[in-house]
């Protein structure tokens, strides 16, 4: 059958030695053609100090052929890579209207929204993936602040098989 990706393990590890961090997502596994995601990052500085928070859908770290998301804060806007992962789509200001999308994924501004509380910034996602993107797709997720001084790097955190 070849190797599947069929989920992801947290493995505990050191002491946070960032003040930016990658808490969770919502659900962390599952099936279906899209839903609506929830992605959890926090920084000991408060939300306000996130400045990029990142998500990427694919089988492996590479941004081309894939739903490779950055959401950055300070102007409320999310932005996709294009498809062969060499550029940026216009920017979709998370504000409840209009949608952005590539051939791996569309998210729809309805149903999608970033709540600062505190120390945490909860990334809502309401998205659909393409035919062509089916089978068992990984959730990697990364944040970094305002100044870039602190970066999570990437970590898979869920897995989700597309149909």
């Known amino acids: 059958s070849g190797w599947q990706r069929m989920g992801v393990w947290q493995v505990p590890g050191a002491a946070q ?4 961090a990658v808490a969770g997502m919502n659900p962390a596994g599952g099936n279906g053609t899209g839903g609506t ?5 926090t920084d000991t500085n408060g939300a306000t100090d996130l400045g990029v ?5 694919h089988d492996w770290l590479d941004g081309r052929h894939a739903c490779y998301l ?3 804060r300070g102007n409320n806007t999310l932005y996709l890579m294009n498809d062969n992962g060499d550029g940026l789509l216009p920017g979709l200001a998370l504000n409840g209207s ?9 998210v729809n501004g309805v ?5 600062p509380s505190g120390n945490t910034l909860t990334l809502t996602l ?6 062509g993107f089916a089978g068992n797709r990984v959730f990697y997720l990364a944040a970094r602040d305002v100044n870039e001084l602190n970066n999570t790097g990437w970590q898979a955190m869920g897995s989700w098989t597309v149909q």
């Open 17 to 20: 030695t960032t003040t930016t």
């Open 111 to 115: 149903g999608s929204s970033a709540t």
């Open 53 to 57: 928070m990142n998500v990427l859908v």
């Open 98 to 106: 209009g949608s952005l999308g590539n051939s791996q994924c569309t």
């Open 37 to 41: 995601f929830t992605f959890t990052f």
């Open 126 to 131: 309401n998205m659909t993936f393409g035919g």
């Open 70 to 72: 950055a959401y950055a």
